[in-house]
């Protein structure tokens, strides 16, 4: 992870460990039998039979991601956040995001990362820093995620998906970070990246 005191990625460089798997120890959990309950292209949902910690048997359900979760806080010269605003079909609510997406098995974090900037929002970076790595929500998935902070940014004309109607926004840096402190910034990837960057910057 890199803070403002950590590494920088220069465009085309190879991070040296660009695995986001946390740390496995000796699980306190034994699975005896495990079926695919759902799957779609973007998700399975395994239906797990267990041994409990305390001994007892149990089932746990797990939402495996074929992808990680990329973020990207583009940064401008004059300190301004870019923001994306879309409808979350979950949620059944309108959502203020830094650009995010998936980044496949096989595609660097940082590739991705370039990727889903362009496609939702035309903006291209020169510089680029990642911020942080983090899992979602580890009790029910294994969604992990990566997040960086692109600055020198260049303009460009924007392709998003057919499930992407987005409005994009400028806002100051200060004013994204009070955003995720009164409720008006939900999204859990956009507050890691927005807080974390305000943390770097007060070391």
């Known amino acids: 992870m890199g803070g403002r005191g950590g590494h920088s990625i220069e465009v085309g460089a190879r991070p040296s460990d660009d695995s986001v798997q946390p740390a496995v120890g000796d699980s306190p959990w034994q699975r005896l039998d495990r ?4 799957e779609n292209p973007w998700l399975t949902v395994w239906h797990d039979e267990v041994i409990r910690p305390d001994g007892a048997p149990g089932i746990y359900g797990v939402v495996h991601f074929a992808n990680r979760a990329i973020g990207v806080l583009a940064i401008d010269e ?3 956040v870019l923001l994306v605003g879309q409808h979350r079909y979950p949620l059944d609510a309108y959502s203020w995001e830094i650009p995010e997406g998936g980044g496949g098995p096989d595609e660097r974090a940082l590739d991705a990362a370039k990727r889903e900037l362009a496609e939702e929002t035309g903006y291209r970076a020169a510089t ?13 998935t294994d969604e992990l995620a990566v997040f960086f902070v692109a600055t020198d940014l260049q303009g460009g ?3 998003p998906e057919g499930t992407e109607e987005l409005q994009t926004r ?9 955003m995720t402190l009164d409720g008006r910034i939900s999204d859990a990837l956009t507050m890691l990246a927005v807080q974390r960057e305000a943390l770097d910057r007060r070391t």
């Not at 400028?170 to 009070?178: K, S, T």
């Open 35 to 38: 079926r695919v309950a759902y």
């Open 78 to 80: 004059r300190d301004r």
């Open 128 to 140: 680029w820093r990642e911020l942080g790595r983090a899992a979602l929500s580890n009790s029910v």
């Open 157 to 159: 004309a924007a392709s």
């Open 170 to 178: 400028w806002v100051a840096f200060d004013e994204a970070l009070a």
